[in-house]
């Protein structure tokens, strides 16, 4: 404890680091009320579609489209290892989803790979499913696996660094990086990085399990992600920085043996927010519509530990508000008509829309 307050002393004078949101108490006098519209068995992401209809994926391997209360489990949807953390992951349309019908989604196959695979949306069944990118089979949880297009038409990928926290700092093992690749699963032209496939691929590094990643209208890119006894971090992604996990945290190992905070390593990339008591980050979306005029061009971040939802300034400056939903919430999404969605984390879970009161 010394110790720390020393370094603090010491920075002074220098930078302004990011504050800790984590001790800032939730409110439970909500601007919306919760419209539940089906119930299912730890759903994981949700995809709006151009037109209106949903798509859900569900941890055990399940991927549900609605189109009202009444959805349908997709067909030809691979097998997932559903363990712990681990299952079938994130999806998201495809920028030319009304020429091509494609969507993108993640998973842990069977043989324990994060997998990132394309597919046609049929009625009711996934047709010509085809694997486009995977990393080398191993690992525990902590898969990452958030997808998220750019305006550059580029595909970003999280990994998690699955429980073996020094390869976010390994230049050729894509675990704890985000990963910018063609729609097709190759690494994008202009990447900070050159060499092997894989380090050609890497976008970013230093990760710990980034569970959000979503582009500001402006046009940067945002990521949150999971920290360990402490130190949930949201970022402002840049290409070819290090944020700098497993050398420095502003959470401790589980052990309780410190890690060295942001502040002692300017070399690595710091986070704009923190929180301590984590929040436990999970989904992540910019609003824009007109159910919630003044939410526009803000973050909505959902928290399971936190059981509830958090906006946060559109700049990353400060966290504007913190609801408690007394659910664990997975997942946040904005469709196109500026309706705010989000899932329950639960083998009974919730799947809601926020209706302005």
Do not use: C
């Not at 609605?66 to 489990?73: W, Y």
């Not at 050729?172 to 097709?184: A, E, F, M």
């Not at 949150?224 to 402490?230: D, L, V």
Request: glycine share 12%; no cysteine; proline share 9%.
């Amino acid at each position: 404890m010394f110790g720390r307050f020393l370094v603090a002393l010491i920075f002074l004078t220098g930078p302004v680091w990011a504050q800790n949101m984590g001790e800032r108490p939730a409110s439970r006098d909500l601007p919306f009320r919760l419209e539940r519209v089906a119930t299912l068995d730890l759903p994981w992401a949700i995809a709006p579609l151009p037109d209106g209809r949903l798509l859900v994926t569900t941890k055990p391997g399940e991927i549900w489209l609605f189109e009202s209360e009444d959805g349908v489990s997709l067909e030809n949807v691979p097998k997932v290892q559903f363990a712990g953390q681990n299952g079938l992951l994130d999806i998201a349309v495809s920028p030319d989803f009304a020429r091509s019908g494609r969507v993108y989604f993640t998973y842990v196959s069977p043989q324990n790979a994060l997998v990132l695979a394309r597919a046609r949306l049929d009625s009711s069944a996934l047709g010509g499913v085809e694997t486009l990118w995977q990393q080398t089979a191993g690992g525990r949880g902590q898969p990452g696996g958030i997808i998220a297009f750019g305006p550059d038409g580029m595909l970003y990928l999280s990994v998690g660094d699955r429980m073996q926290p020094d390869t976010a700092q390994v230049p050729d093992n894509p675990r704890g990086k985000i990963l910018r690749l063609t729609p097709d699963g190759q690494p994008a032209p202009g990447n900070p990085f050159s060499g092997s496939a894989i380090r050609a691929a890497i976008w970013s590094e230093g990760h710990r399990n980034p569970y959000g990643l979503a582009f500001a209208p402006d046009g940067r890119l945002w990521s949150h992600e999971m920290g360990p006894r402490g130190g949930d971090e949201l970022n402002l992604i840049t290409p070819g920085q290090n944020y700098g996990w497993p050398e420095v945290s502003n959470g401790d190992n589980y052990t309780g043996w410190p890690i060295p905070d942001h502040d002692t390593r300017p070399e690595f990339t710091a986070p704009k927010l923190w929180w301590t008591p984590v929040i436990a980050p999970a989904g992540l979306a910019f609003y824009a519509g007109d159910d919630f005029p003044a939410w526009r061009g803000q973050m909505l971040i959902g928290a399971l530990r936190g059981q509830g939802l958090v906006m946060v300034a559109g700049d990353g400056s400060d966290q504007l508000a913190r609801w408690d939903l007394r659910m664990r919430v997975r997942d946040v999404a904005v469709d196109r008509a500026g309706h705010v969605w989000i899932i329950e984390d639960s083998d009974s879970g919730g799947l809601y829309r926020l209706v302005p009161k």
